[in-house]
C-alpha cells in the first residue's frame, strides 16, 4: 500500500498529492517537491551537454511488485483527462479518482 501518492504535470508541478497518516503531510510535500527539483536539474543539465544520454536515467522508481498499482493510478487518471469537464493543468477533483487513491492508501487505525 502506499503512503503518498502524487500527480505531477508535465510542466512539473503536482496536480494532485495524498498522503497518509496526515500528520506526516508536510513530510510527503516537501520529499515531492524535492523530488520535482532533482527531475528540474536533471533536465536542465542535458539540456546544456546533450552528449551524454544516459545521465537523463533515473533509474527505477517504483519496485517491480508495485507495477499494478501504478496501472491502476495510471488508468484512473487517464479517466480524469478524458472527462470533457475537466481542464488540463487544473488541480484534479474527483470523487471517483479521490475513492480510488484512498483504496490505494496505508489504512491508518
Do not use: W
Not at 515531492?32 to 543539465?45: F, G, N, Q
Not at 499494478?68 to 472527462?83: A, G, I, P, Y
Amino acid at each position: 500500500m502506499a503512503v503518498c501518492i502524487a500527480v505531477i504535470a508535465k510542466e512539473n508541478y503536482p496536480l494532485y498529492i495524498r498522503s497518509v497518516p496526515t500528520q506526516n503531510e508536510l513530510k510527503f510535500h516537501y520529499t515531492v517537491h524535492t523530488s520535482l527539483d532533482v527531475v528540474e536539474e536533471k533536465i536542465s543539465a542535458a539540456g546544456k551537454a546533450m552528449a551524454d544520454q544516459r545521465e537523463l536515467y533515473l533509474g527505477l522508481l517504483y519496485p517491480t511488485e508495485d507495477y499494478k498499482m501504478f496501472r491502476k493510478l495510471h488508468n484512473s487518471f487517464t479517466d480524469v483527462m478524458c472527462n470533457p469537464f475537466y481542464n488540463p493543468g487544473d488541480p484534479v477533483q474527483s470523487k471517483v479518482f479521490e475513492g480510488m487513491v484512498s483504496g490505494m492508501m496505508v489504512q491508518v487505525s
